[in-house]
Structures are given as structure tokens and as C-alpha cells.
């Protein structure tokens, strides 16, 4: 980023802009390391190039000009346009090839939501800025749940139709609080990757969660389904 540019991201949550592409980020900003999300690999075909394939650095100032709440990018309510103009301030690599000018196909695949470990990494910075959002989808998450699954056991009209109502506006809960959450990326890639996040910490189906009930020998996936049969009047 041009140094004359620098003042306008000094409010991020994260003083990510202020580093290098050489850069520890874990070293210059050490909370960022409490997340294992930032630490995930960002390529399946991880060699000792990977860094200059994809520079985390880069991938976690990009995270931090899309998503927070204090980047100047956020005045940018088109959110392919806000993430390419901070692909360019993060100065993804450029594929020298491309006539176009297009940045390289793993920077891409990062802009066009394809790396999935990026989109974690998006997740946690919202989670960890928008902490009390967070808790509120997951309870609006947890009483959809709720009530699904008394949609299943109960047979008169009346109160399913009373039922079908709260699933309603809770739906809508979700959906309101989540945009606010991703700081307005309405994305359904971004939608469905939180939705996912969400249902497997509810369900307890994390890594960490899985690991856990594994080494106590434990089934680490349970039998509850909330999606299932939810038809009637």
C-alpha cells in the first residue's frame, strides 16, 4: 500500500496494513495467532513456494480491507468491487502471462470465495470484531433448531401454523444478523460457509470438537438432524 494511504486504515482491528509482505504476521501481531483459523494452509499443494504462491501477509491484510469495520473499503457496497480494489491495495500477485492484466489463479480462486481456508479466515475476523453479533446468530441458529424439531412432534394445524411463524422470523433474524456480521458481503458463498460454521459449533462438529470425542472414544457425530421432514399444515 502507498505509504500516503496508510493513515486511512490506522482504525483496523488488526494493524494488518502497517506490515510487509515478508512479514511474521504472527510475530508483529501476535493476537492473530490466538485464531488457528489465520494459521490455516492457504494451498492444497503446499511446497517450499507456497509463500510466494500465496503470501499469508497479503491474504490477511485483503481479509482485513474487506472485512472490518473501520477499512475505508467498506463504502464500497458492491462486494466484488470492494474485494478487488483490496486484492490491489494488498498487491495480489499479478499472473504476468494474463494480456488482461488479471492477478494470478490462486489470488483469484481467493477474490472469487474458491479457497475455502480464506473464507475461514474471513469468518474469524468477523467473529472476533463482531463478537456480540455472533452470539446473536447463533442463538437465532439454535432456536430455528428448536423449533423444527417441535415442528416434527406436533400434529395440529393450528400450532404448526404458530410454529411455522417463529421459524419464519427467526430465518429472517439470521439472515438480517448475518449480513450485518460479514459487514455486508451478501455473498451466498460467504452466507453458506457461515451457516456451516455456525450449525457445526451448535452440533459441536468443530476439529477441535471432533478430535476430543475421538480420543475419548466417542462417536463424534451425533444423530440429531434438524433438516429432516419438516412438511405438513
Known sequence: MEPDKLKDFDKLYF?????KPGDDPFEKIPQL?????????????????????LNRTRVLQFVAY???????????????????????LAEFGKDPKAKDNKFTRHYEDVILYKNKAVNQM????????KSPTHAIVMTYMEQLFDELSLLK???EPKDRATIRGNIDAYRKGIEESSLYLLSGDNAEAMYIELMENIENELLNLTPEDIAIKLAANKPPFPDYNPYEETTGT
Open 122 to 129: 474471513a469468518l474469524r475476523y468477523c467473529f472476533v470484531q
Open 153 to 155: 412432534m406436533t400434529a
Open 33 to 53: 495467532g490466538i485464531y488457528p483459523e489465520f494459521r490455516l494452509k492457504l494451498i492444497e499443494e503446499a511446497t517450499p513456494l507456497s509463500s510466494m504462491i
Open 15 to 19: 494493524p494488518l496494513h502497517r506490515l
Open 66 to 88: 474487506v472485512y472490518d469495520i473501520n477499512s475505508p473499503l467498506i463504502e464500497f457496497s458492491k462486494i466484488m468491487e470492494r474485494r478487488v480494489q483490496a486484492a490491489k
